[in-house]
């Protein structure tokens, strides 16, 4: 491979695995973003079941501990309501998954750039002019892109180094294909 084309290869290499590392950092952070969602979502209905039967005991006991729990559980009920409407979880997880699918959009882009390179069908300024135009997307991307948590980016680490999550066999993609398609061993 000429000398022009193995440089660009690498950097194209170097700025499609960044991608693949940005794509499942945000990913991993809405799962994160959801997990907490339904926590607490299940905290608040159980919270909203208990006041709603502590004030019905109420109506046929006068005890003191009663009235303190049903209080406190609304507390906590209302409390998660608020804490809902203050931080819009909903719309963070939408946020995360839209900029992992523009990410997963960009990281074929840069793939499908890969093989340009490696048939040397263009001219290295002809690949280097799209190379550039993918990286002002990615940056586009980048800027609005949602903060993400150490947390996530640990879950993404043990997705694609440890569970391989972006890898797939021959045979894994031919099971998936129609027969004319399918690689047959070669």
């Not at 290295?124 to 949602?146: R, W």
Request: with cysteine; glycine share 2%.
């Amino acid at each position: 491979m000429d000398k022009d084309y193995l440089i660009l290869e690498d950097n194209v290499r170097y700025s499609f695995m960044s991608v693949v590392w940005s794509h499942k950092i945000q990913e991993k952070q809405a799962d994160i973003l959801t997990e907490k969602y339904n926590r607490f979502e299940t905290i608040r209905i159980i919270c909203a079941s208990l006041t709603s039967v502590g004030l019905i005991s109420l109506v046929f006991s006068e005890q003191f501990i009663i009235k303190v729990l049903s209080t406190l559980i609304s507390f906590v009920s209302t409390a998660i309501s608020l804490f809902f409407k203050s931080y819009d979880i909903q719309k963070n997880i939408t946020n995360h998954k839209n900029t992992a699918n523009e990410l997963l959009y960009l990281r074929d882009k840069f793939r499908f750039l890969l093989v340009e390179i490696k048939t040397q069908n263009m001219s290295v300024k002809n690949l280097i002019e799209k190379y550039e135009d993918l990286l002002e997307q990615l940056n586009k991307v980048y800027k609005t892109a949602p903060n993400t948590t150490d947390e996530a980016v640990n879950r993404a680490s043990n997705y694609l180094k440890i569970k391989k999550d972006n890898e797939f066999t021959d045979d894994e993609i031919d099971m998936n294909l129609p027969e004319t398609l399918k690689r047959r061993g070669i």
